[in-house]
């Protein structure tokens, strides 16, 4: 199989939470490979910092701040890439939350906001990407950062309605590839499950725990970026489905307690 990004070259990718961690890493990673990238994010101070980063680049950035829980901010920034940058060609799907609480006695409003983000902002985004695919007859590409908890429910406590909230995400990329399948369309949807990723997204207290552990149990932003283009590389006639990326070192709980416990 032969792996090129030649074809996406001066299309049109929106990546949401482009501001930091994979989606920083990704909308770098494609900057470099040419794309007209379309960042959103609520912090514009740092897509901009982002973007004369990469200046000079073979693509180009443009930041659109974008509060992912919110339908009109989505909506505005899609309008805005219709009208200035013409058709999308990617969606990746980046934009999430931890939203540290648990089920017996946890905080509704961060349970919605957990929702509100990782779920009903990617079914708005993946909508209106999709519409705007098929209006203009692009064969594009989905891409959902997903995570392991949308696989198996870990076992640390606070991680609340999270690993729902993920394994609501797999479930809506298979529903859309069947979709697309039922259209007879040939846009692509990967569902990409990384493991524990040296991001904001980690908590501090469970950052402290991993690092006193001896062995690399988190992986770089880079390698998921790297994941994503890779994806992207495959011929028009290839789908990456699933694909999850994660350190040889399992996470599991037990990893994090100290040697002589």
């Known amino acids: 199989m032969v792996l090129s990004m030649d074809r996406w070259i ?5 990546v949401t939470g482009a501001s930091s961690g994979i989606g920083a890493a990704t909308t770098e990673a494609l900057v470099e490979k040419g794309l007209k990238v379309v960042g959103l994010a609520r912090r514009l101070d740092r897509m901009e910092a982002l973007a004369k980063k990469l200046s000079g680049k073979k693509g180009k950035l443009y930041p659109v701040k974008t509060d992912v829980s919110k ?30 609480t648990n089920l017996t006695d946890g905080d509704t409003e961060i349970w919605k906001n957990v929702f509100n983000i990782n779920v009903l902002g990617l079914c708005i985004a993946t909508r209106e990407a999709v519409r705007d695919m098929r209006a203009n007859k692009v064969d594009g590409h989905i891409i959902h950062i997903n995570s392991i908890a949308g696989h198996q429910v870990p076992n640390f406590p606070g991680i609340g309605v999270y690993p729902a909230s993920k394994y609501a995400v797999r479930a809506l990329a298979e529903t859309l590839r069947l979709e697309l399948l039922n259209m007879k369309s040939k846009i692509k949807i990967t569902n990409l499950s990384p493991g524990p990723v040296d991001t904001e997204i980690i908590p501090d207290n469970m950052k402290q725990l991993i690092q006193k552990n ?14 994503v283009v890779y994806a992207l590389s495959t011929p028009p006639h290839v789908q990456v489905q699933e694909l999850t990326v994660r350190s040889v070192i399992e996470f599991q709980p037990e990893n994090l307690l100290p040697k002589n416990a």
């Open 10 to 14: 001066g299309k049109v990718a929106v």
């Open 214 to 227: 001896e062995e690399k149990l988190m992986i770089e932003a880079d390698n998921i970026a790297d994941a």
């Open 71 to 100: 339908e009109e901010d989505i909506l505005n920034a899609f309008k805005w890439v219709k009208e200035n940058l013409g058709p999308v060609h990617i969606l990746v799907n980046n934009a999430g939350i931890l939203g540290q």
